[in-house]
């Protein structure tokens, strides 16, 4: 959004415009995100597959954090890209800011904060071990930088109590920028919500529920649209804060009423609390939350099953990594397309044969068992017949017969006088009929 905003408006000479065009763009997003819903295109997130998935899972689990570094070394002054490359070079050439004190609590936090999840994963009555753990850490380390402080520590600092202003009357519908703020809301829309619906895809594979999409683009698309007037811009579902929600045993959407209740409770009287609180302890739990969900056995699993799925999950995990998550996504779902498409134009097609002592027809390749029925050719096509595939089918068809007549006149047998066509897996009733 930032970048697209300032190839026509500057926020250091015009910070007015520049917000009046960021919360229309965020409203536009809104409301094209939930036509989406609204028109029923849910079925976009078919798209996102569970080799998808995966690899997005892993690469964003990596890329949030290495982002966590900058708190974890104790970094002033880190890069705002997301790429691997650029973070990773962001922390060589910004050695020199590392703090001993801030890697030592780091590690110290991140050890327990590990320990207390194995802990609980052994033994599930222990639950609370892992969910009271980052609580407590918060508690412990703002009182251990406090007691330290002056000694290199990292800390939150001054934060202003209050919220937002509304920001409805800042909303703008006319003039010669509202197709900038168009062109741009749809833009980030479909950024935002392919990540959201992404991220909820990743938690709903882990727990085994499924995810509505058409409602998935509702929600995204009310919550940007409310957003827009209450000084936000657009966004989506949190990667790094859904695992946190996920890693403390939330199970329900009432954990959102509860995180709400309190982060304006905060806002409102607790700020000056935190003010000691170090920044390490915040990227320890982060990673501590995210650490969890690279699922290098589903990767493997891949590799056995599907080898055009595990390219998809490496594609999405590498895009994630060394770009950006959107590219990544694309990617991945470019290859899944692709093998959508070679699925439907090189469809499936076996040699049939009789099961001995039944009246039924089996692969041959399969079903060692079965015999041929001279003079006919049974050939199977097991999937629908489209124009995309039918010059395919023609040429496979004519390969078995030559392969049939060559084997037929090598046994001297009598050659195919017939060609039958089991279509059994064709859907199209027409089709069928013709």
Not at 250 to 263: D, F, G, H, K, W
Not at 344 to 367: D, E, F, H, W
Not at 401 to 419: D, P, Q
Request: hydrophobic share 50%.
């Amino acid at each position: 959004m930032g970048s697209m905003l300032r190839e026509a408006v500057a926020p250091e000479q015009q910070p007015i415009l520049y917000l009046q065009l960021a919360f229309t763009a965020t409203f536009f997003a809104g409301v094209f995100q939930a036509s989406l819903g609204f028109l029923r295109l849910g079925f976009i997130v078919d798209f996102l597959s569970k080799a998808t998935l995966t690899g997005f899972m892993g690469g964003a689990a990596v890329i949030v954090s290495l982002q966590q570094l900058k708190g974890l070394l104790g970094i002033v002054h880190f890069t705002t890209h997301m790429g691997f490359v650029d973070v990773m070079a962001s922390v060589v050439r910004r050695h020199s800011e590392w703090q001993w004190q801030t890697i030592v609590m780091g590690v110290a936090f991140l050890a327990i904060l590990l320990g207390t999840r194995q802990i609980s994963a052994r033994n599930p009555r222990l639950f609370w071990v892992s969910a009271a753990a980052p609580l407590t850490s918060v508690i412990a380390s703002t009182i251990i930088s406090y007691l330290c402080r002056g000694h290199g520590i990292s800390i939150i600092g001054d934060l202003p109590r209050g919220v937002n202003p509304p920001s409805m009357n800042m909303l703008v519908f006319s003039g010669s920028y509202v197709a900038l703020a168009v062109k741009t809301g749809i833009m980030t829309g479909i950024l935002s919500l392919t990540e959201g619906i992404a991220v909820g895809r990743t938690f709903a594979s882990i727990n085994n529920y499924n995810v509505d999409g058409n409602k998935e683009m509702m929600a995204i698309g009310v919550m940007n649209m409310a957003g827009s007037c209450a000084s936000c811009y657009v966004t989506t579902g949190s990667f790094s804060r859904s695992a946190v929600n996920y890693s403390a045993g939330c199970r329900t959407a009432v954990s959102n009423i509860v995180m709400a209740s309190a982060v304006l409770v905060t806002l409102l009287f607790l700020m000056p609390l935190f003010h000691y609180t170090p920044n390490v302890i915040l990227s320890a739990i982060i990673i501590t939350a995210v650490a969890g969900l690279i699922d290098v056995r589903g990767a493997a699993k891949l590799w056995k099953v599907d080898k055009l799925d595990f390219c998809a999950c490496v594609a999405a995990f590498l895009g994630v990594l060394l770009v950006s998550v959107q590219v990544g996504l694309s990617i991945a779902v470019g290859i899944s397309l692709f093998k959508i498409l070679l699925q439907v134009t090189r469809p499936n097609t076996v040699v049939m044969g009789l099961v001995p002592g039944t009246q039924s027809y089996r692969s041959m390749a399969q079903y060692r068992e079965a015999v041929r029925v001279p003079p006919f050719l049974v050939v199977g096509v097991e999937s629908a017949i489209y124009f995309a595939n039918s010059t395919y089918l023609v040429e496979r068809i004519m390969r078995y017969l030559r392969e049939e007549e060559e084997r037929a006149a090598k046994a001297n047998l009598c050659g195919v006088r017939c060609i039958v066509l089991d279509m059994s897996g064709e859907s199209d009733r027409h089709c069928k009929l013709n």
